[in-house]
Structure formats: C-alpha cells, structure tokens
C-alpha cells in the first residue's frame, strides 16, 4: 500500500502545528483535568447500550404488535450509532479512558454492530486520520457504488442525482461492512499491513469469522427460533435497525469532510503532499452546530472533527471547550477555520458538494 509524506518548508505551517498543541495541552495543565473521559461519559455509554439492548430484550420478553417492534428496530439502530459515536469511535482511539483495558472493553462495542476491531483501526485510525481526504488512501471518501464522494474519483452518469440518492445508499454502510470486512482484511494482509502492526493474519481471520457467526446466530438466529415472528420480519427487523444506524453514521461522518471548504489535496509525483500535517488536517475538516447540545451529545464530538483530528487521543468531551483555542491559533497565522454554524447549514453544504461531485469539473479559461 502506497504512503504519503507531509513536507513543509512553510515556517509559519511549523509554528501553527507546535502552537495549538501547545496552547491545548496548556488549557489540561492549567485546569488539571484528565484529557480522557469522565463519569459523564460512562453514564452516557450506559444509556446508549440500553438504546440497543433493552428494545432486543423486550421483542422477547413480550407479545407486541408488528408496529411497535418497528419501533423497537429503529430504536436499536438510533443506540447502535449512538454507541459507536459515544463510546467505540473514543475507545479506539485510547481516548475513552486511562486504562488500556477499559478502552479494549468499550473498543468491543464494535463487535454489536457486526463488524471488525482491528480492521476499524486500519481504516480510520490509520488511513482516514493520516491521508485525510486524499483519494486512493482515504478509503472514508472513496466511491462507493452510485456516489462519488472525491474530486479525484471517476465521474460516472448516474452520480449526476447523487444528491438525492445518496442518503438512502448511506443506510446500508453498516450492512456492507458484514461482508466488506473479509476483502478489507484480506487486502490488508496481502498489504503486509496485518503483520507490520505484529497480529496474526490467519488469527484476525479466524476472529472475524467466529465474532461475525456469533452476531448472526444472536440477532437473527434467537428471534427466528424464540419470537412470533416470521423469518422474513426478523430479516426486515434486522435491515431497518441496520439502515438507521448506517444512515446516521455515513450522514454524520460526511458532514465533517465533504462539505463545501474541506479540501482534497493530491499528492505530487513523488508522494508528497506540500503541506505540514496539521495544516492539512485543518484544511480538509470541518466543524459544525458546536452550540447544539442535544447534537454534542449524542454524536461523541463527530460535530468537532477539526479539533479529533489534530488531537484523537484527546477525549470527546473536552471539545467545546478546546475548540476556541483551536480556532484563535488558526485565525492568528492566518488559517482557514471551516465550521458550519448549525446541523442545517451542515447538511445543506454536504448536498451542494454531492451535487458538484456529480457534475464534471468546469473548464478552466485560458
């Protein structure tokens, strides 16, 4: 798998980069708060597991009619991508908590959406927080079936709609990835990628066939053999919770990168990107509805992706507070701040970039 390099000579790129990590780390020191987790957000990662627990527990505990357990479904699919936002996406990245063993624990909670632990790191932590909107290494906006999500992607006829398409095809990430995971982590091994990070090719595949079984057999297996519903209802059930929890996370996750503002830079001919690291993750980020509370907590500071992707070992929580002194630095060595005020300005700023993605580049005049 081909790498890129950020090389800058720009001295004032370096004196942002060592300026906001200073002044951040100096708002921890100065306050003495731990950059980690707190009881606030355990309680939080309580309530979004019962979201998708308790709804499961009930369809077998009680005789309900077919629109309630709709209602259950959705429910499910709402805690589902609540927990992966609140409580996974920090774990993963060792800013849950203190204790290796806590984030591992709470890291896990991947595993109840079906999908894979090891390959989540791979894709997000490595590739999507290093390349950060570089197309054929950030596979977070690579294309996927009918929408283009890069500049620098194949334009296709029928991505000319992605605008209005594009949110139902979003609802079935969580369900690709059932599959998905076994080409990614084949391509990783094949990559040497598997081995470089010291796991066991053969073990991981072994993991993910024996995790995966297992999710299948609980959350189709036990309804089909244990409830008054029909295999087909189980299977319906099963896509609809799946299709709200991919539709939330592929919108939520879109409106911090494709979005009016948020570049994305190629590398030159000999792999490099002429930009200091910070910088670019500065450029190709965008915040949005830092004041929505009810959004802050329950999307786990996905809203806050400028100031996750320069600090992802920073915990969730601190964001708002950080964001201020992330912006001022910016603003004082004269960089860009993107934020989109409100969840609307946001959403409606991902549609135009879906619409200019599905429309060839405009001739530029000589």
Known sequence: MKTVKFISADINQKQFAAEVRKNVLAYFKDNKISTKGDAGLYFRTFLMIACYVVPFILIFSLTIPNWLAFVFCILMGVGIAGTGMCTMHDAVHGAYSNKKWVNNLMGGTLYLLGSNVFNWKIQHNVLHHTYTNINGLDQD??????????????????????????????????????????????????????????????????KMVVFKLAYISVIIGLPILYTQFTWWQ?????????????????????????????????????????????????????????????????????????????????????????????????????????????????????????????????????
């Open 141 to 206: 906006i690579e294309s996927k079936g009918p929408i283009r999500l890069s500049d620098n992607a194949p334009l296709k006829k029928f991505h000319k709609y992605q605008f209005i398409h594009a949110f139902l095809f979003y609802g079935l990430m969580t369900l690709a990835k059932l599959t998905k995971d076994f080409t990614q982590l084949a391509t990783y091994n094949k990559a040497g990628i598997t081995k470089n990070y010291k796991f066991n090719p053969t073990l991981e595949y072994i």
């Open 234 to 366: 189980v299977i319906l059930g099963f896509f609809i919770m799946h299709w709200t929890a991919g539709a939330i996370l592929s919108t939520v996750f879109q409106m911090a990168h494709v979005v009016e503002g948020a570049e994305q830079p190629l590398p030159d001919k000999n792999g490099v990107v002429n930009c200091d690291w910070t910088v670019h993750e500065l450029n190709t980020t965008s915040d949005f509805a830092p004041k929505n509370k009810l959004l802050n907590w329950y999307v786990g500071g996905l809203n806050f992706q400028i100031e996750h992707h320069i600090f992802p070992n920073i915990c969730h929580i601190h964001y708002p507070k950080i964001a201020p002194i992330v912006e001022a630095t910016a603003k004082k060595y004269g960089y860009q701040y993107n934020l989109k005020p409100s969840l609307w300005d946001a959403f409606k700023s991902h549609v135009i970039r879906l619409k200019e993605l599905g429309q060839p580049l405009p001739a530029i005049a000589n």
